[in-house]
């Protein structure tokens, strides 16, 4: 007979080893009534008619401004951990102390110091804390390389759930990149180790005593853990939280360009054997890449030697890379792949400029005679045209002036007022050029058409249409 399968020995050694490089982060914020500091509390909003209405009403309708109505504290409890115990670095979470007046650390002894906030970076859900070393004699703990984490390994949580405390739960990693839609980083840790609310900030060990994620959520319908928790891996914290203690803020690199997935349908009509990279829909005015060194219409398959994958992928790589780096980006581009130079922007300066540049418009209602292709009545794009749709002049292709129902263009949600650019990556200029290309994209063997769309305000967008 087999030897029945065995868990890990004990991890006593371990834990006794880290809890005293994990803290208990205590936060206070001061809310103050409607009136300042002694206004009244505001009366919560409760649904018309409901059975509390009078309770509420017999209370809050007795606060009078000025009079017994204090300002009054709220506390948060999360955890963190030290990773510097010369210079007093903590890390936790920015939830843990978003908009806090006051920040504590609570060591494992039972000592608490004040802690000062470095940096913070909401994208991620990281933040920097200092304490004074001198004060308390600190136990630091070192980021471990996560991307060796297999599905299967051991790894042991410490924290403070529901503020009981310095906790251990054990488990082991259920999955990887995980995307929870919670940043534009997305790339978590699945673990199935138990973590709650007060766990946020806390460290994830491997079995050698390495903090290879930081706990920062759960899916949980109760609020207590059901054996699904998320971390921040190690190799995108340590990035980021090396910036913030240098800087106090985060300098990530940036390409300049607005990207979609790459579907099957846009894979086939490029030319693709297979759905992969990131389609770039878009350059940003004034980007990194508005020189023309990558164009709208381009699938960037890999970045400065990492693969782009999918969409997901490209965000990441590019934050992680430095600005002002000159990096090699692989596109696909009129069926052939290419290699182009660029040299990386800050993302954090252009925040204001991807803003304006992404503002959307929608089409109006109107319609003129023209050549009819896939459902749409097109048009040139004169001056009648722009005004009655409110086209920008920079916008430049074959207007849209009608779509009729239930078309294929109507199910992919083209509207009158819309503007082709391109088919296929080849500009087109006149209804009569639409036509022609997509005769020419049948006679090719093509099922789908890729357009690229442009709205009023410039806005482009990639669809692709159904030739059958």
């Known amino acids: ?26 936060t206070s914020q001061t809310v103050k009534g409607q009136d300042g500091e002694s206004g009244p509390v505001p009366m919560p ?18 606060q009078e401004p000025g009079r017994n109505n204090p300002s009054h504290q709220v506390q948060s409890l999360g955890s963190g951990f030290v990773v510097d115990a010369e210079q007093g670095i903590v890390v936790t979470n920015n939830h843990v102390i978003a908009d806090a007046d006051e920040i504590e650390v609570n060591f494992n002894d039972g000592s608490k110091l004040k802690a ?25 703990v070192k980021f471990g390389d996560s991307s060796k984490t297999r599905i299967g390994d051991w790894v042991m949580a410490i924290g403070n759930p529901f503020g009981l405390g310095g906790t251990v739960t054990v488990g082991i990693v259920s999955a990887r990149n ?11 840790i699945q673990t199935d180790a138990a973590i709650n609310r007060g766990n946020s900030g806390g460290p994830l060990f491997d079995m050698y005593g390495q903090v290879i994620g930081i706990n920062t959520a759960i899916i949980s319908p109760t609020g207590g853990s ?48 297979s759905s992969r990279g990131a389609l770039v829909a878009g350059i940003i005015d004034g980007g990194p890449v508005a020189n023309g060194s990558i164009l709208a219409g381009d699938v960037i398959t890999r970045f400065d030697g990492k693969d782009v994958n999918n969409v997901k992928d490209l965000p990441r790589v590019v934050a992680e890379s430095p600005v002002g780096k000159e990096v090699d980006v ?18 954090e300066d252009s925040d204001q400029q991807a803003k304006k ?52 263009a109507a199910n992919k949600r083209i509207e009158a007022g819309d503007v082709i650019v391109d088919i296929a990556q080849e500009t087109v200029s006149t209804p009569e050029d639409v036509a022609a290309r997509i005769e020419k994209l049948r006679d090719e063997g093509r099922k789908n058409a890729l357009l690229m769309l442009a709205s009023k305000t410039g806005e482009l967008r990639f669809v692709t249409l159904q030739m059958d």
């Open 1 to 26: 007979m087999q030897p029945r399968a065995q868990g890990p020995a004990s991890v006593a050694d371990l834990a006794d080893g880290l809890i005293d490089a994990v803290v208990n982060i205590s």
């Open 226 to 273: 059901i054996g699904i928790g998320f971390a921040i891996p190690a190799e995108l914290a340590s990035g980021v939280i090396a910036q913030l203690r240098q800087f106090g803020e985060t300098r990530r690199g940036w390409l300049g360009v607005r990207i979609q997935p790459v579907t099957d349908d846009i894979a086939e009509s490029l030319g693709m054997t």
């Open 357 to 408: 540049d992404d503002q959307t418009g929608q089409g109006e209602d109107g319609a003129v005679q023209g050549v009819d292709v896939l459902g749409m009545t097109l048009g040139a794009l004169d001056d009648d045209g722009r005004k009655t749709f409110g086209i920008s002049k920079e916008v430049q292709g074959v207007l849209v002036t009608e779509v009729q129902k239930d078309s294929v």
């Open 330 to 347: 692989v596109v696909i581009r009129k069926g052939k792949e290419q290699t182009v130079k660029v040299t990386l922007g800050r993302l």
């Open 116 to 140: 000062e906030l470095i940096g913070k970076d909401t994208k991620t859900d990281l933040a920097v804390l200092k304490v004074d070393p001198k004060k308390h004699k600190l136990v630091a």
């Open 178 to 188: 995980r995307d929870i839609n919670s940043g534009p980083y997305d790339n978590f």
């Open 45 to 62: 909003k409760v649904p018309e008619g409901s059975p509390f209405q009078e309770f509420f009403d017999e209370y809050f309708g007795k």
